[in-house]
């Protein structure tokens, strides 16, 4: 089992940027592959962005491509998301996951592929 813990969350005025970072420990970081979920007040949880364990497979939702870049870093165990352009739509609480498979070649997207959760990040954007 891993131990997620986000941060850098915040209130940022449309248009600004934010990066969230997310601090994993547990077990080995590097193996397995990373992601970031969403979810808005009244909606249900939504996939955001997400890399592989070796950083070479990564997407994004559309709402948020060309906008938002997921990276990490293995000696630190952590993982980030870059915010850039922030709309008031991303608003929501943000939550880090690990995927529960090791060394899947093709980064995971769908929630269930994931095990672990972090207790999430608020990110509030005013318009």
């Known amino acids: 089992q891993v131990q997620l813990v986000e941060s850098g969350g915040g209130l940022v005025q449309a248009g600004g940027s934010l990066r969230l970072s997310c601090a994993a420990s547990g077990r080995t970081f590097s193996s397995y592959g990373m992601g970031w979920f969403r979810q808005a007040p009244g909606k249900e949880r939504e996939f955001v962005a997400t890399m592989s364990w070796n950083g070479i497979s990564t997407y994004y939702a559309d709402s948020v491509k060309g906008r938002f870049t997921i990276s990490r870093d293995n000696a630190k165990n952590t993982v980030y998301l870059q915010m850039n352009s922030l709309k008031p739509e991303d608003t929501a609480v943000y939550y880090c996951?690990?995927?529960?498979?090791?060394?899947?070649?093709?980064?995971?997207?769908?929630?269930?592929?994931?095990?672990?959760w972090g207790q999430g990040t608020q990110v509030t954007v005013s318009s």
């Open positions: 996951a690990a995927d529960r498979t090791p060394r899947r070649v093709v980064a995971a997207r769908n929630s269930w592929d994931f095990g672990s």
